[in-house]
């Protein structure tokens, strides 16, 4: 699924975002929050389409 990769790609792209920040030393707290939030919004995203692609096995 091709939204699925567009979202792991950017999930990681601000890992490497908020790491680069932190690194500066100077870094802007709320904008590190900002993209943390937005992290962990792509990572429900992601679980969410994961659990679609998934079926459900009844035991």
Do not use: F, N, W
């Not at 990769?5 to 792209?13: F, G, M, P």
């Not at 802007?28 to 900002?34: E, G």
């Not at 792509?42 to 679609?52: G, H, S, V």
């Amino acid at each position: 699924m091709r939204r699925l990769e567009l979202l792991r790609i950017e999930h990681r792209d601000l890992d490497g975002a908020i790491g680069a920040l932190i690194g500066t030393g100077a870094s802007d707290q709320m904008q590190v929050a900002r993209l943390k939030k937005r992290k962990l919004r792509l990572r429900d995203e992601i679980a969410l389409l994961e659990d679609a692609l998934i079926p459900d096995i009844i035991a």
